[in-house]
């Protein structure tokens, strides 16, 4: 039976977007069950791709042979934390605090190069999140139709978060009047979720811009050599006395 013909799926890319724009929402994630609700649901979205590509139902867009420098780091730097989190490391790599708490407590237990594993562990999660982002957007966004969507969206979205910052600040909670930290737990951390997504805003000027300069400058050359070619007609034709 033969297979069906490989597509992307819009969905995915859609749902991806959405979680995205929503992850500032709850504080700016800075707690662990929001950033770890938008960790699960990319790691589901980076399941089902990766189930799509297997079946042959989907094509990676960009593969392993153009990204490996900056897969391979980013592995090692994820072996390298999970190997901070275990007991398997000599002794000596543990973090002295261990060997105190031992001596302390007067009972044997591993240790860690990690002085607190679970929060490593959780950071690690975080991390394996960010990553499921990068590679599912480097997929989808290979278009510059997609591309242009997200950095429409993430600037809407940066806007939508400025206007409920400033109404909050002005009407419902003068005390923030320090800094505008909208629904962010502190104005430094909205500070550099505002500057990007004011990037995104940026590139979608200078993209306009571009397209139509590109445009006016089409044109300009297309009547000047539509001219020069009606002259250069028109000379010709010109009867010799």
């Not at 707690?31 to 938008?38: C, I, R, S, V």
């Amino acid at each position: 039976m033969a297979l069906p013909a490989r597509s992307e799926q819009p969905i995915l890319f859609w749902i991806l977007l959405l979680v995205v724009s929503l992850t500032p929402l709850p504080y700016g994630s800075a707690y662990a069950w929001a950033w770890g609700l938008m960790a699960s649901v990319v790691g589901v979205l980076l399941l089902i791709w990766s189930g799509r590509v297997i079946l042959g139902l989907q094509e990676v867009t960009i593969g392993l042979q153009r990204t490996w420098f900056l897969v391979v780091p980013f592995i090692l730097v994820i072996g390298w934390i999970a190997l901070q989190t275990s007991s398997l490391p000599p002794w000596r790599w543990h973090h002295p605090l261990w060997q105190t708490a031992r001596e302390a407590l007067g009972t044997d237990f591993s240790g860690a190069i990690s002085l607190n594993p679970y929060q490593s562990v959780s950071h690690l999660a975080r991390l394996l999140g960010y990553g499921a982002i990068f590679w599912l957007a480097l997929q989808y966004c290979r278009k510059s139709v997609r591309a242009k969507q997200v950095l429409f969206a993430l600037a809407a979205a940066g806007f939508v978060y400025a206007v409920y910052g400033l109404i909050e600040m002005t009407f419902f909670a003068p005390a923030k009047a320090a800094g505008l930290a909208s629904t962010f737990v502190d104005a430094e951390a909205y500070a550099s979720y505002a500057g990007l997504t004011l990037l995104c805003l940026t590139a979608l000027i200078q993209v306009a811009v571009a397209q139509k300069t590109k445009t006016v400058l089409s044109l300009m050359t297309r009547d000047a050599f539509t001219a020069q070619g009606l002259a250069a007609g028109a000379a010709m034709e010109k009867p010799r006395l």
